[in-house]
């Protein structure tokens, strides 16, 4: 399942392959819909009278799309989501166009070419462009690329040392897969259970609010990675590290969460003995958009430490996921009516 899931097109408006295959985890054990802007959600009726618990991760993944074409047959191309140029330097893509699906490489002025002063600084992403091998115009014609196309990066889902597993896209093809188990491992449920996989997270939260709006949650989570910290250069300091166990956002650039709902969580994980960590993010997840839906939606992040994220490779730590998805099954079950009360009481 990592591989289908992190080898799967997806960038943010192109999430149909992602789609189809959480749907297709979705289909046998729970009703499947979707809302305009292309999420897809399950939904597990559980007990009548209670709460609408809504746990969502983002389709999408970061990419590109094709700006323009030049004359010599070589793409320029706008990032879809956030990216650091250095990354990008002779990695592949993939782009897709109505013709099929080609590889090229990202490529750039060579430093043998450049003055002093400009192999001082990296370049930024309007001066890069992608070789598919074509010449000219016409051949990139031929290929059906067109402005508007997606592109996505290349590469396979591996396995490395230690329980590490690397591949693009793990934001958040990670929370797919809790999303994916969590389908197809349901038990006698006290609550109505609503399991989301949203699109266009990386460019503005914006399948969360849809989904919201469609739901109607009375409580909600996100799942998606965080930063882990032990790689060299980062903050020794940080608990956010591999084998930290699930992470449990006490603060983000979008949300601050729930106490109640908070406390809850990590009540939870110490009472079945799942290892878990308080941290802090400055980007954002899709309980920013959700959270604040209607009247109000008592929410919270958990997610698990990753490593190079926004690039081509991306690693996790094969013990914090166990311990993410565990986390999830945990709360889903005691999460009842009486429990939502004691979460929503603020007077």
Known sequence: MFAELTEAFGPSGYEGDVRAIMAGHFS??????????????????????????????????????????????????????????????????????????????????????????????????????????????????DAGVRPGDPIIPVSPFRSLANGVLAAKAWDDRVGCAVLAELANDLPKHPSRLYLAGTVQEEVGLRGARTVAGLVEPDVAFAI?????????????????????GAAVLVHDSTMIPNVALRDFVCEVAEAEGIKYHLTSLHGGYDTGAIHISKIGVPSIALGLPSRYIHSHVSAIYEEDYSALLNLMKAVTQRLDSKKLSEITKFV
């Open 28 to 141: 046998g054990p729970m009703s499947v819909s979707t809302d305009r802007l292309g999420s897809v959600v399950a939904s597990h009726e559980g007990e009548a009278q209670g709460p609408k618990i809504l746990l969502a991760a983002h389709m999408d993944e970061v990419g590109f799309m094709v700006k323009h074409i030049t004359k010599e047959g070589y793409i320029r191309f706008l990032p879809i989501g956030g990216w650091w140029p250095q990354v990008l330097l002779s990695q592949r893509v993939n782009v897709r166009t109505r013709k099929g699906d080609f590889e090229g490489i990202i490529g750039s002025k060579p430093p043998h070419a450049m003055k002093e002063d400009e192999r001082k600084k990296p370049p930024e992403i309007d001066e890069l462009f992608i070789d598919l091998g074509v010449v000219g115009e016409k051949g990139a014609a």
């Open 224 to 244: 998606d990675v965080s930063l882990s910290s032990d790689t060299p250069g980062a903050d020794s300091d940080a608990v956010e590290k591999f084998g930290a």
